[in-house]
T-cell receptor, first 114, second 109 residues
Framework: NAGVTQTPKFRVLKTGQSMTLLCAQD?????MYWYRQDPGMGLRLIHY???????AKGEVPDGYNVSRLKKQNFLLGLESAAPSQTSVYFC?????????????FGDGTRLSIL | GQNIDQPTEMTATEGAIVQINCTYQ??????LFWYQQHAGEAPTFLSY??LDGLEEKGRFSSFLSRSKGYSYLLLKELQMKDSASYLC??????????WGAGTKLIIKP
């Protein structure tokens, strides 16, 4: 998706392994979000950031950590992967002036934990 | 608790009109979004409503009634490429987006 790039696109992990998902944007937007999407459920917010150097917990933060050292990058870490973290992960960015701005999504990372 | 309800799946015919409903119960309301998501792809923004009434954008229209906690997305002149999931999301009092599970729309020739 133009402007928001997620890497990797696919990954298979074993239980207990760690990994980092990268979200990079060239839209110069302040707000960045990490969601997970599971079948039959709405997008659930994991963590978000309202600017460089800031992070906050969302609805389902347990088992994940994030960092926003640079404005354009938002990293999502899994320290010890569990099968319950098998999901599709989406990063989204948003202009920060008003909450009514639409979010723009990356193409997603499909993660399987065995 | 906060809740957004949408039908799980709908089927419609190419060239026809379909209405996808969304009802919500949230702590506060600062607007409602509709997104389209094709299978295996990212959600893309369709519309935003914050005031009551109908917003028209080409073949797609979105309606909001805040007093009823209700919105619908109306798709006209359906095309095969409209086969996708349609996600309803409400901005609550803390400006957090609450997402519905989505409605999978199947278009038949």
């Amino acid at each position: 998706n133009a402007g928001v790039t997620q890497t990797p696109k696919f990954r298979v992990l074993k239980t207990g392994q760690s990994m980092t998902l990268l979200c990079a944007q060239d839209m110069n937007h302040e707000y960045m979000y990490w969601y997970r999407q599971d079948p039959g459920m709405g997008l659930r917010l994991i963590h978000y950031s309202v600017g460089e150097g800031t992070t906050a917990k969302g609805e389902v933060p347990d088992g994940y950590n994030v960092s926003r050292l640079k404005k354009q990058n938002f990293l999502l870490g899994l320290e010890s992967a569990a099968p319950s973290q098998t999901s599709v992960y989406f990063c989204a960015v948003q202009r920060g002036e008003n909450g009514n701005q639409p979010q723009h999504f990356g193409d997603g990372t499909r993660l399987s934990i065995l | 608790g906060q809740n957004i309800d949408q039908p799980t799946e709908m089927t419609a015919t190419e060239g026809a009109i379909v209405q996808i409903n969304c009802t919500y119960q949230t702590s506060g309301f600062n607007g409602l979004f509709w997104y389209q998501q094709h299978a295996g792809e990212a959600p893309t923004f369709l519309s935003y409503n914050v005031l009551d009434g109908l917003e028209e954008k080409g073949r797609f229209s979105s309606f909001l009634s805040r007093s009823k906690g209700y919105s619908y997305l109306l798709l006209k002149e359906l095309q095969m490429k409209d086969s996708a999931s349609y996600l309803c999301a409400v901005l609550d009092s803390n400006y957090q987006l609450i997402w519905g599970a989505g409605t999978k729309l199947i278009i038949k020739p």
